[in-house]
């Protein structure tokens, strides 16, 4: 699902209007050196947070709108949707995880902390234990339920290379809601509701994004989509299929195989030179062959751990996939005999196995055994080229059970690539990338099972409360907003959540009465309509207030000056435009309120 940015209303919750003169207007002509990305850079420019610390910002006042802007509109929609808010503290007592058995799982990522009395505490960074366990305590009957908690609070991840500034800092904002349900249908229900809300919630913001199906990583759960803001800087991968409704995560997105068929063998295996070459793409030019005819090796392994903690057992596991395509790790994960964890192979475990150093592996020759996993479309082909476990040698005209058995699995291993045929059916998969700034899940009962989260049902019995949650990173959004919108002057804010809709800029405020009297009025009619603007009232020279408005990205600026006011007319400029028009000086509110959507 992808949705166009269009003129929006702004949330009803409405700020107090201001003059420059009383604000905090404080950009920068330069980004500081270590500000890599976009939203880093132009953030810092237009004075919308000041850097603490590693991963650690202040908000200015200027940064601080657009939150609490972007606060409103999720607090409005989580409310339409029956979400009921709360507020769940930062930190929280290591009990709770050590119950669910996060306390450890969770990684270093986990801030833990001790109190004067040496009791073990985290800095949340997300609350499924503490709302589990407000669940436990209060809804105690099957007509309580269903309950939907939601809070807007800090959270704290201790990233190990904070970076990009707010996009991966280690203290945020984030939304988080939880659901509580009686049974599946009826908790698959409130995921559907919760989307349907993340979808109102996007579309206000004037965002382009899509949702697509994710993984459900390590929060757990069976049902998943993120909500990505589509931008070419993003760190993900989407896939969607143009002619239809299909879109996913490249890490969960189905790949399937390029080949209908396994072909009949036409050719006779033998064993061929390929001195120095030890990558496909080498390979395949050495040969004069299509890069699709080669096979790449993975070696991964697995260790059977005993009560001790000693390796009780290791399995080595070849993974082959065709030679331009790339593993898929996560969808390795879930192939069975691999669920519980991998690692990839050491050297020694590889010669040991292959008898050959990395570079010219292949399933052909094995000193020891290893089981093999083939991706789909490896498993269909024939007269492919693979490693012969021999430095500078490869075997061509390689064919399944002819030259080497069946593989012992054949599965979903790969990424899929532009020009795949999509899943549905309804055409082929485009690729685009996008920044990941909310989840839903449906968690089913991982959380409720471990912490003994239990209702009576219309019986009497015990039954476990099913649960789905969903996160909106608040700080994020901001700078997921400005990597997608932004240009050569600064930031192009979506409306909605513009730190002011309208900036009037008085050329002469403070020497030409006309001009000063007509700005006032112009200020105080938005004012008394309750649009958001601000009133430039500083007396800066035109350029430089000019530059600053543009870099601070406001939708819309009013542009006064005595020439202007001689002729009736006032200018109207879009950040997006290219230019200013005139526009008669009555008719600039109307005008503004049609831009604004209001």
């Known amino acids: 699902m992808l949705v166009g940015a269009m003129p929006l209303a702004a949330p009803r919750t409405r700020l107090r209007l201001m003059k420059a003169s009383q604000f905090l207007v404080s950009t920068l002509k330069e980004a500081p050196a270590d500000a890599e990305v976009a939203s880093h850079k132009?953030?810092?420019?237009?004075?919308?947070?000041?850097?603490?610390?590693?991963?650690?910002?202040?908000?200015?006042?200027?940064?601080?709108?657009?939150?609490?802007?972007?606060?409103?509109?999720?607090?409005?929609?989580?409310?339409?949707?029956?979400?009921?808010?709360?507020?769940?503290?930062?930190?929280?007592?290591?009990?709770?995880?050590?119950?669910?058995?996060?306390?450890?799982?969770?990684?270093?990522?986990?801030?833990?902390?001790?109190?004067?009395?040496?009791?073990?505490?985290?800095?949340?960074?997300?609350?499924?234990?503490?709302?589990?366990?407000?669940?436990?305590?209060?809804?105690?009957?099957?007509?309580?339920?269903?309950?939907?908690?939601?809070?807007?609070?800090?959270?704290?991840?201790?990233?190990?290379?904070?970076?990009?500034?707010?996009?991966?800092?280690?203290?945020?904002?984030?939304?988080?809601?939880?659901?509580f349900d009686r049974d599946k249908a009826a908790a698959l229900k409130s995921y559907d509701t919760m989307y349907a809300a993340?979808?109102?919630i996007f579309d206000r913001f004037g965002l382009q994004y899509r949702a697509v199906a994710a993984d459900t990583g390590a929060i757990g759960g069976d049902a998943s989509h993120e909500f990505q803001v589509i931008a070419d800087t993003g760190e993900d991968a989407l896939v969607y299929c143009p002619s239809s409704d299909y879109a996913a995560n490249i890490e969960l997105a189905e790949a399937l195989p390029l080949i209908a068929r396994r072909g009949a063998p036409a050719q006779a295996m033998a064993k061929t030179p390929t001195p120095g070459k030890s990558t496909c793409a080498d390979v395949a030019t050495l040969l004069g062959l299509p890069l699709a005819r080669t096979v790449k090796s993975l070696v991964l392994a697995t260790d059977e751990i005993g009560e001790s903690g000693d390796v009780l057992k290791t399995t080595v596991w070849l993974l082959l996939v065709r030679g331009d395509h790339d593993l898929n790790e996560i969808k390795a994960g879930k192939v069975e005999g691999l669920k519980s964890g991998f690692r990839f192979a050491t050297g020694a475990e590889i010669e040991s196995h292959f008898g050959c150093k990395p570079g010219y592996l292949g399933p052909i020759g094995l000193k020891l055994p290893v089981k093999i996993v083939a991706d789909r479309t490896v498993a269909n082909m024939s007269d492919f080229v693979c490693g012969a476990n021999e430095i500078?040698?490869?075997?061509?005209?390689?064919?399944?059970?002819?030259?080497?058995?069946?593989?012992?699995?054949?599965?979903?291993?790969?990424?899929?690539?532009?020009?795949?045929?999509?899943?549905?059916?309804?055409?082929?998969?485009?690729?685009?990338?996008?920044?990941?700034?909310?989840?839903?899940?449906?968690?089913?009962?991982?959380?409720?099972?471990?912490?003994?989260?239990?209702?009576?049902?219309?019986?009497?019995?015990?039954?476990?409360?099913?649960?789905?949650?969903?996160?909106?990173?608040?700080?994020?959004?901001?700078?997921?907003?400005?990597?997608?919108?932004?240009?050569?002057?600064?930031?192009?804010?979506?409306?909605?959540?513009?730190?002011?809709?309208?900036?009037?800029?008085?050329?002469?405020?403070?020497?030409?009465?006309?001009?000063?009297?007509?700005?006032?009025?112009?200020?105080?009619?938005?004012?008394?309509?309750?649009?958001?603007?601000?009133?430039?009232?500083?007396?800066?020279?035109?350029?430089?207030?000019?530059?600053?408005?543009?870099?601070?990205?406001?939708?819309?600026?009013?542009?006064?000056?005595?020439?202007?006011?001689?002729?009736?007319?006032?200018?109207?400029?879009?950040?997006?435009?290219?230019?200013?028009?005139?526009?008669?000086?009555?008719?600039?509110?109307?005008?503004?309120?049609?831009?604004?959507?209001?």
């Open 392 to 598: 500078d040698f490869h075997f061509t005209g390689v064919n399944w059970g002819r030259d080497l058995p069946e593989p012992d699995l054949i599965e979903d291993i790969r990424n899929v690539v532009e020009g795949d045929p999509s899943p549905d059916g309804k055409g082929v998969l485009a690729i685009q990338r996008g920044i990941e700034v909310g989840h839903v899940f449906y968690l089913g009962t991982k959380y409720s099972e471990a912490m003994n989260a239990n209702y009576l049902d219309e019986t009497g019995k015990p039954r476990l409360m099913e649960m789905g949650c969903y996160g909106i990173g608040v700080t994020r959004i901001l700078g997921a907003a400005i990597e997608q919108n932004n240009d050569a002057r600064g930031i192009i804010w979506p409306a909605a959540i513009a730190p002011f809709a309208v900036v009037i800029c008085p050329i002469g405020y403070d020497r030409s009465a006309e001009v000063k009297a007509s700005a006032d009025a112009l200020y105080a009619e938005l004012q008394s309509l309750g649009i958001d603007a601000l009133l430039d009232d500083r007396g800066e020279r035109p350029g430089a207030m000019f530059a600053d408005w543009e870099l601070i990205g406001v939708p819309q600026r009013v542009v006064i000056s005595d020439r202007g006011l001689k002729e009736g007319q006032v200018e109207l400029q879009g950040r997006r435009e290219a230019e200013a028009a005139s526009v008669a000086r009555a008719d600039v509110v109307a005008r503004l309120r049609d831009r604004l959507g209001l």
């Open 198 to 200: 993340y979808c109102r």
């Open 42 to 179: 132009l953030m810092m420019r237009a004075g919308m947070i000041k850097r603490l610390g590693a991963g650690i910002y202040n908000y200015m006042p200027m940064g601080l709108r657009v939150i609490r802007k972007v606060e409103a509109i999720i607090r409005e929609e989580m409310v339409r949707a029956g979400a009921i808010e709360l507020l769940m503290p930062v930190v929280q007592p290591a009990e709770l995880w050590q119950e669910s058995g996060r306390f450890q799982a969770y990684g270093p990522e986990l801030l833990r902390v001790k109190d004067r009395h040496d009791r073990d505490f985290i800095i949340q960074p997300t609350s499924e234990e503490v709302v589990t366990d407000i669940a436990r305590q209060e809804l105690r009957s099957y007509k309580q339920l269903p309950k939907n908690f939601f809070h807007i609070q800090t959270k704290f991840r201790d990233e190990r290379r904070p970076r990009f500034g707010i996009m991966r800092g280690r203290e945020f904002t984030m939304k988080d809601a939880y659901s």
